[in-house]
Structure formats: C-alpha cells, structure tokens
C-alpha cells in the first residue's frame, strides 16, 4: 500500500508560482512512474505531467514550457513546479503513483486569481 502526501498548493495571482510536493510512504525504486493530475469543477480528471523510474517526463500541451515535474528519489518525493500560472489552471492537483497498483494523494488546491 502505497501513500501519497500532497503539499504546497494554495491561492496565487495570474503569472505567479507554486511548488506541489507529493512524499511517497514507499521508496521510489518500487514505484514505475509519478505524475500529477489535476480535476477542475464539473470537468474530467486529467493528466498534468508525469515522470518514470528512469526520469523521462511528459506533459500536457496546456502546460509545457510553465510547468516542470522532477523527482528527488533520495527523499521519496515527487515534484510540480507550476510558472506562469493562469485562471485556467485552477483545479484540485492529485499525486499519483504507478506500482503494482495506482495510487492516488488526497489532492491539494490551486487557485489563480485573475
């Protein structure tokens, strides 16, 4: 059973930053891809970026070039780095691990005001 703790969203102003944090209960090396994904109201949940074991990234067109995924393995946490944010990038942001099994943080909120 894997956990996920998400951190670090919260209320910022249009073309400001956050840091989304998300610490695995499991270490990395057990875990074949993290990504994060996000679920705005009355829309679908969608993928956000990801990155495997091996560090290889992938992002959503909405997003490339502001946001950037990263992995400190040695601290078991998984990392957004959102730029630039907009009012369309509002959502509930969720953690999500691939093992054996998907997983899935509790989410946190980011909110862009305009």
């Known amino acids: 059973q894997v956990q996920l703790v998400e951190s670090g969203g919260g209320l910022v102003q249009t073309g400001g930053s956050l840091r989304l944090s998300c610490v695995s209960s499991?270490?990395?090396?057990?875990?074949?891809?993290m990504g994060w994904y996000r679920q705005a109201p009355g829309k679908e949940r969608d993928m956000v970026a990801t990155?495997?074991?091996?560090?290889?990234?992938s992002y959503t067109d909405s997003v490339k070039g502001r946001f950037t995924i990263s992995r400190d393995n040695a601290k078991n946490t998984v990392y957004l780095q959102m730029n630039s944010l907009k009012p369309e990038d509002t959502a509930v942001y969720y953690c999500?691990?691939?093992?054996?099994?998907?997983?899935w943080g509790q989410g946190t909120q980011v909110t862009v005001s305009s």
């Open positions: 999500n691990a691939v093992a054996t099994l998907i997983y």
């Open positions: 499991e270490r990395m090396f057990s875990i074949n891809t």
């Open positions: 990155i495997t074991h091996s560090g290889r990234t």
